[in-house]
């Protein structure tokens, strides 16, 4: 299976709590909910087309707990991404979690990498992973992303976890697909590109041997 990396940011990166106050306020975080008000058609069309690529999910724990909190109570069989969460394979990474009380869920056991490494090389389209910030962060850690999909909303919060934290590894990104919304939403795709180059603008730097 490829991993899909998906996730929604401000400006300035952050990707934490953005569908409700309460969803993760660690670190004294206080703009929990920074997403609804900036939501568009548009942008909820691309969500559920990525739900339709899903033949398995890997979820940080905060972003299972948040989940499984809602999803489950979502029966309406027709609801195209309430149906994939709730029947298809879910993977959760945690470290405090000893059960999980939602079908078809169960958690890694063992290094987090190598255990994505295995689920990578089962049949399948995409094992994708939503938020999970922590998560997403390993999983970058360890060059473990095929794909990159990305909205981004025009506001900044100068606070908050980011997808690429401070000492993240240097990688290009290659540029797939790119649409602004009416709402001035940025939905991209990027796939990785190798390591980046490095070079200068001015005409006397000498080539470093």
């Known amino acids: 299976m490829r991993l899909a990396l998906h996730a929604f940011l401000t400006l300035d990166g952050v990707m934490q709590a953005p569908g409700g106050p309460r969803e993760d306020t660690s670190g ?19 969500v559920v087309n990525w739900f339709s ?18 999803w489950p109570r979502i029966t309406d069989e027709s609801d195209p991404i309430a149906s994939a969460l709730n029947s298809l394979p879910k993977y959760v990474a945690s470290t405090t979690l000893t059960s999980l009380g939602w079908d078809g869920a169960q ?31 390993t999983l970058i850690e360890h060059d473990l992303v095929d794909e990159y999909r990305l909205v ?28 602004t919304t009416a709402r001035g939403l940025i939905i ?18 000498e080539p470093t041997p």
């Open 53 to 70: 690529n899903a033949d398995a999910f890997l979820l940080g724990r905060t972003t299972y707990e948040i989940f499984s909190g809602h």
């Open 28 to 46: 004294g975080f206080t703009h929990g909910g920074w997403l609804p008000d900036h939501a568009d058609e548009e942008s909820g069309a691309a």
């Open 188 to 205: 991209t795709t990027y796939e990785p590109a190798g390591p980046v180059t490095y070079g200068s603008f001015a005409l006397d730097d």
């Open 107 to 137: 958690l890694l056991e063992g290094d987090v990498a190598a255990a994505v490494t295995e689920l990578k090389k089962q049949p399948g389209r995409e094992l994708q992973v939503h938020g999970s910030a922590g998560l997403a962060r």
């Open 152 to 179: 981004l909303f025009p506001l900044h919060l100068g606070t908050g976890k980011k997808l690429f934290a401070d000492g993240a590894p240097p990688a290009r990104l290659r540029l797939l697909s790119s649409r």
